[in-house]
């Protein structure tokens, strides 16, 4: 038996918030902002919008391009940070939204930015670990825009909202396969107060006075993240490439997560791999978490990029702390 990649798909919202949209809004510079982190546009969803309704519209994409229906599917995972409702899953809401017949198992991941490449391993084990289970949608969907704190230039410039999805299946060709060749997962729970949304659960339940101090919004240390987060990615990414005995050089694309321009050529430099083989769509998106790692594989694949065989490493850094990568067989 083997797992293989049957489709992908993605859902970006029409509203575009440009740099010189930002100097508007906060004290900030198109060219700060390009220089520091490689973002000129991000998209935001209209209000109304919940996560849900975009990894719905990420989902009917991915499905039509596997060509299966949604009662197809097995199981759903939904990664995120951003979710409808503290309970229940997001993943849930969704099913309800696709209108399956078949009551599948739904659930969320909450691994901030190595939400998909967390959601992709354990969908994969899913796949293996049950009989009868042949698809499975996975789906990292984010409207950051709402946990943006946007009186806070040090933050909200960096994030977008869009959902991914990614439809694997498990065919039974008397191989023992899998498009995932190695993974790498990881987290440092010592290092939570770095980058988290404080109040709004039952350590910090949301008053009206934190509501004013902006405790309620997204809070980071931009610099300390930074720190942790080039030499975990690298480290991921080489434990992965060792764990499957491939070298480097025979990557087709590395795929690092979309967070900051200067840690993805920090990234790329570390592992000895040409601006060519890098995968950089952050300049039109920003930071999208859990949605950033599918957002570039189906734009690959879409734009002919991705030839079936071809090999791509991910590899990506979240709140958490927890970082992930993943050496994929297209
Ligand atoms: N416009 C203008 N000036 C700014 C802005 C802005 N938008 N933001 C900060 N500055 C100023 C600061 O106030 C500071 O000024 P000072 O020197 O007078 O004090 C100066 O710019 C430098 O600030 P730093 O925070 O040191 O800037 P840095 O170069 O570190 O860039 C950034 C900040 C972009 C946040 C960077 O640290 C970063 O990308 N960190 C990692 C983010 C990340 O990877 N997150 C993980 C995933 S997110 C998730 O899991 C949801």
């Avoid at 399956?100 to 293996?128: E, H, P, V, W």
């Avoid at 601006?275 to 570039?296: M, R």
């Amino acid at each position: 038996m083997s797992i293989q990649i049957k489709g992908t798909g993605c859902f970006v919202p029409e509203k575009v918030l440009s740099n010189q949209d930002l100097e508007k809004i906060v004290d900030t510079t198109d060219e700060w902002i390009t220089t520091r982190t490689g973002i000129k546009n991000r998209h935001i969803a209209p209000e109304d919008m919940p996560t849900s309704d975009m990894a719905l519209a990420a989902a009917k994409n991915a499905l039509e391009n596997a060509g299966i229906s949604a009662d197809d599917l097995d199981f759903i995972i939904v990664a995120t940070s951003s979710g409808d409702h503290p309970f229940p899953s997001t993943a849930c809401v969704l099913q309800g939204k696709l209108g399956m017949k078949k009551k599948c198992q739904c659930f969320d991941i909450s691994a901030a930015c190595s939400g998909l490449l967390y959601s992709l391993d354990t969908g994969a084990n899913l796949l293996r670990g049950h009989k009868n289970y042949r698809y499975g949608l996975m789906i990292g969907a984010e409207k950051l825009s709402y946990l943006a704190d946007w009186k806070d230039r040090a933050t909200c410039v960096l994030f977008g909202d869009a959902a991914s999805a990614v439809i694997l299946e498990k065919v039974d060709d008397g191989s023992d396969e899998s498009c995932l060749l190695a993974t790498d997962l990881g987290a440092d729970g010592s290092c939570v107060s770095l980058l988290l949304h404080p109040a709004g659960g039952t350590a910090i339940p949301v008053t009206a006075e934190n509501v004013d101090t902006h405790e309620n919004a997204l809070n980071m240390n931009g610099p300390e993240v930074f720190k942790h987060a080039v030499p975990a990615m690298v480290s991921a990414a080489k434990t992965v490439l060792a764990d499957a005995n491939i070298p480097a050089d025979r990557l087709r694309w590395v795929i690092p997560h979309q967070a900051n321009k200067r840690i993805i050529d920090a990234v790329a430099a570390r592992l000895d791999v040409t601006e060519d083989h890098v995968y950089v769509n952050i300049q039109n998106y920003g930071n999208t978490s859990a949605a950033s790692i599918g957002l570039c594989l189906d734009e690959l694949s879409r734009s002919g990029q991705l030839q079936k065989g071809d090999l791509v490493l991910a590899t990506t850094f979240g709140a958490g702390l927890t970082w992930a990568a993943a050496l994929i067989r297209w």
